[in-house]
């Protein structure tokens, strides 16, 4: 076997998947914090890229400007969305939950495509620079990027939910409502700050696959590749969430190659992430790192 | 000792469908006293000091904190206020640290938010984290639980499992407290301890407390006043010594019947 080529695939694999790990975290903050699937994941990240695409083409913003601006929108529609839609579901059956959130899918894909057309298009270019070198490899300058940008998330997160007085009561409240009431922990801005934080770094991913594939309705294809990458990493765990999205951006990646190679099926790196799904399921279904439900009948 | 009331319920009624929880309670927990709430399982106890907290909502009646009406007041809220609570069941994070609990009870005096703590380097929400530290030390030593500061809360015993929850609540600096059941479980050594510790919050730390215990013993022994409910209602007040010769608490509550039993040597 050609040992760059597999190299190559198995770095872009975590290029990729490192955004999967992102956006795969982003799910996990509303899941931990307020128990909600969300399925409109993926439009957050549709969203985020066409606000930005908009400021920067129609408005003619610097790129600095205008992501700063698409923050900000993302952060207010994050709580608007938890506030009108999701608040007055609470103590609803997951099932009404669910099927809300369903249904904001659908709402802001059309929404995006009536705004913004059917096509995919391009961002402006925002590197000078193409192409860099980098341990001999050639790498494109927004894969680059976007795996700093993802560290860096990730990182945040991290320093967040360890050191900061949010996440310090984020955390009080994914474990128990009642008792991070009583310690002065406001629940609903808990939860209205974990959609927040969620639409906003799911939006900074949805920025950068739209700078390096253009902006189109493919993008909300982030929030199903989620699924695969929490139920492996465990539903309720943040580490296992970004380790989920790097095993899924390489599996896919692999896999194709080995599709191409040998077994000629055709669209493996679609399928593979969903094969392993249903497998990881059969055998290990909490997940490498999720919680136990233990339930006594 | 006697001060102002801190702490009022005026005909508290809490009903959940059918089911009568509190009938008609009402009672006045003056600043700087140790006040008790017994009776017999099922009287309405936990009841009573969930409508303190807020987890429930009175049917009927007002609580007053602090002179100021309460009754519609969230639970994150009343917390803000002063009103800090332990559960009957253990109720720590698990998985956080000791010292990650107690911080979270520091929540609503924390002041910096997100934006202040990004500039943590900066230094003002620096110097705002030591005194907090500062605190939360001292707090560390007056329960003892040094040793187990970056210990998982999880694995630790029953005892100091309780030691801490306890730590978590006064973390709040509430100026009351209640305690639902604070020694239930323990062994007699792990009882006296935590007797002292209430009387110590009490007397140094000048907290009001309102507590529900089973062991009659440290009941009568710590508690300056006393209110006994049965079936929802309240049957007496007074301090211990009212209390224990109330004839209908001898009958509802220590098991009395209307006439001495002879006793069986």
Redesign the interface.
Same mark, same amino acid.
């Given at each position: 076997m050609d040992a760059p080529l597999l190299f190559q695939l198995v770095l872009n694999g975590l290029i990729v998947g490192a955004l999967y790990g992102v956006v795969a975290m982003s799910f996990v903050l509303i899941y931990k914090a307020s128990q909600v699937v969300n399925f409109a994941q993926g439009e957050f990240l549709l969203v985020g890229a066409w606000v930005c695409w908009w400021l920067l083409t129609a408005w003619q913003l610097p790129f600095w400007a205008g992501f700063l601006v698409t923050l900000a929108f993302m952060t207010i529609f994050g709580v608007l969305l938890q506030v009108i839609v999701l608040r007055p579901l609470i103590g609803e059956p997951v099932i009404s939950v669910i099927m809300a959130t369903v249904g904001l899918s659908i709402f802001f894909q059309a929404l995006m495509k009536w705004m913004f057309g059917v096509f995919a298009q391009p961002f402006p270019p925002i590197f000078t620079a193409d192409r860099m070198r980098v341990l001999g490899l050639e790498v494109q300058t927004v894969y680059l990027a976007s795996l700093v940008v993802s560290a860096l998330i990730m990182l945040g997160f991290w320093w967040f939910f360890t050191? %900061?007085?949010?996440g $310090? /009561?984020m955390? /009080?409240t994914a474990?128990?409502q &009642?008792? /991070? &009431? %009583? $310690?002065?922990? %406001?629940?609903p801005r808990v939860f209205a700050m974990s959609w927040a934080i969620s639409a906003v770094v799911s939006a900074v991913a949805g920025v950068v696959v739209g700078v390096v594939n253009g902006v189109s309705s493919a993008l909300s294809f982030y929030g199903i590749k989620v699924f695969p990458a929490v139920i492996l990493g465990g539903l309720d765990s943040v580490v296992g969430a970004v380790l989920g999205g790097l095993i899924v951006g390489v599996l896919e990646n692999v896999a194709q190659y080995v599709d191409a190679e040998w077994l000629n099926w055709g669209n493996m790196y679609q399928i593979a992430p969903f094969y392993a799904l249903i497998l990881i399921l059969l055998i290990k279904p909490y997940g490498l790192f999720g919680t136990r439900n233990i339930e006594r009948v | 000792m006697a001060g102002p009331p801190i702490l009022e319920a005026e005909r508290v009624s809490l009903r959940f469908g059918g089911v009568r929880a509190l009938t008609d309670v009402s009672f006045a927990v003056r600043g700087g006293e140790i006040f008790s709430i017994i009776g017999p399982n099922g009287a309405g106890k936990t009841s009573m000091v969930n409508c303190v907290s807020g987890r429930y909502r009175p049917t009927e009646g007002r609580i007053l904190f602090d002179g100021q009406d309460v009754t519609r007041t969230g639970t994150s809220r009343r917390a803000a206020l002063g009103i800090g609570r332990t559960f009957q069941n253990l109720a720590l994070f698990g998985h956080m640290t000791v010292l990650d609990n107690i911080m979270v009870g520091r929540h609503h005096l924390l002041k910096s938010g997100l934006l202040r703590g990004m500039a943590y380097w900066l230094g003002g929400a620096q110097r705002e984290e030591l005194e907090h530290r500062r605190e939360v030390e001292q707090i560390i030593d007056f329960l003892e639980i040094q040793h187990i500061r970056k210990a998982t809360a999880g694995t630790l015993s029953y005892g100091l499992r309780k030691r801490v929850e306890l730590a978590r609540a006064i973390a709040l600096r509430p100026k009351l407290i209640l305690l639902d059941e604070p020694m239930a479980g323990m062994n007699l050594e792990e009882k006296e301890d935590m007797a002292r510790f209430i009387i110590d919050l009490n007397e140094e730390w000048g907290m009001t407390v309102l507590m529900i215990e089973h062991d009659m013993g440290v009941v009568m022994d710590i508690s300056h006043r006393i209110m006994v409910l049965d079936f929802g209602r309240r049957i007496a007040d007074g301090t211990p010594e009212v209390v224990l010769a109330d004839e209908h608490v001898r009958r509802a509550y220590l098991g009395e019947a209307d006439e001495p039993v002879e006793r069986v040597a």
């Amino acid at each position: 076997m050609d040992a760059p080529l597999l190299f190559q695939l198995v770095l872009n694999g975590l290029i990729v998947g490192a955004l999967y790990g992102v956006v795969a975290m982003s799910f996990v903050l509303i899941y931990k914090a307020s128990q909600v699937v969300n399925f409109a994941q993926g439009e957050f990240l549709l969203v985020g890229a066409w606000v930005c695409w908009w400021l920067l083409t129609a408005w003619q913003l610097p790129f600095w400007a205008g992501f700063l601006v698409t923050l900000a929108f993302m952060t207010i529609f994050g709580v608007l969305l938890q506030v009108i839609v999701l608040r007055p579901l609470i103590g609803e059956p997951v099932i009404s939950v669910i099927m809300a959130t369903v249904g904001l899918s659908i709402f802001f894909q059309a929404l995006m495509k009536w705004m913004f057309g059917v096509f995919a298009q391009p961002f402006p270019p925002i590197f000078t620079a193409d192409r860099m070198r980098v341990l001999g490899l050639e790498v494109q300058t927004v894969y680059l990027a976007s795996l700093v940008v993802s560290a860096l998330i990730m990182l945040g997160f991290w320093w967040f939910f360890t050191y %900061s007085k949010h996440g $310090l /009561a984020m955390r /009080a409240t994914a474990f128990d409502q &009642q008792v /991070a &009431q %009583s $310690l002065g922990v %406001s629940v609903p801005r808990v939860f209205a700050m974990s959609w927040a934080i969620s639409a906003v770094v799911s939006a900074v991913a949805g920025v950068v696959v739209g700078v390096v594939n253009g902006v189109s309705s493919a993008l909300s294809f982030y929030g199903i590749k989620v699924f695969p990458a929490v139920i492996l990493g465990g539903l309720d765990s943040v580490v296992g969430a970004v380790l989920g999205g790097l095993i899924v951006g390489v599996l896919e990646n692999v896999a194709q190659y080995v599709d191409a190679e040998w077994l000629n099926w055709g669209n493996m790196y679609q399928i593979a992430p969903f094969y392993a799904l249903i497998l990881i399921l059969l055998i290990k279904p909490y997940g490498l790192f999720g919680t136990r439900n233990i339930e006594r009948v | 000792m006697a001060g102002p009331p801190i702490l009022e319920a005026e005909r508290v009624s809490l009903r959940f469908g059918g089911v009568r929880a509190l009938t008609d309670v009402s009672f006045a927990v003056r600043g700087g006293e140790i006040f008790s709430i017994i009776g017999p399982n099922g009287a309405g106890k936990t009841s009573m000091v969930n409508c303190v907290s807020g987890r429930y909502r009175p049917t009927e009646g007002r609580i007053l904190f602090d002179g100021q009406d309460v009754t519609r007041t969230g639970t994150s809220r009343r917390a803000a206020l002063g009103i800090g609570r332990t559960f009957q069941n253990l109720a720590l994070f698990g998985h956080m640290t000791v010292l990650d609990n107690i911080m979270v009870g520091r929540h609503h005096l924390l002041k910096s938010g997100l934006l202040r703590g990004m500039a943590y380097w900066l230094g003002g929400a620096q110097r705002e984290e030591l005194e907090h530290r500062r605190e939360v030390e001292q707090i560390i030593d007056f329960l003892e639980i040094q040793h187990i500061r970056k210990a998982t809360a999880g694995t630790l015993s029953y005892g100091l499992r309780k030691r801490v929850e306890l730590a978590r609540a006064i973390a709040l600096r509430p100026k009351l407290i209640l305690l639902d059941e604070p020694m239930a479980g323990m062994n007699l050594e792990e009882k006296e301890d935590m007797a002292r510790f209430i009387i110590d919050l009490n007397e140094e730390w000048g907290m009001t407390v309102l507590m529900i215990e089973h062991d009659m013993g440290v009941v009568m022994d710590i508690s300056h006043r006393i209110m006994v409910l049965d079936f929802g209602r309240r049957i007496a007040d007074g301090t211990p010594e009212v209390v224990l010769a109330d004839e209908h608490v001898r009958r509802a509550y220590l098991g009395e019947a209307d006439e001495p039993v002879e006793r069986v040597a």
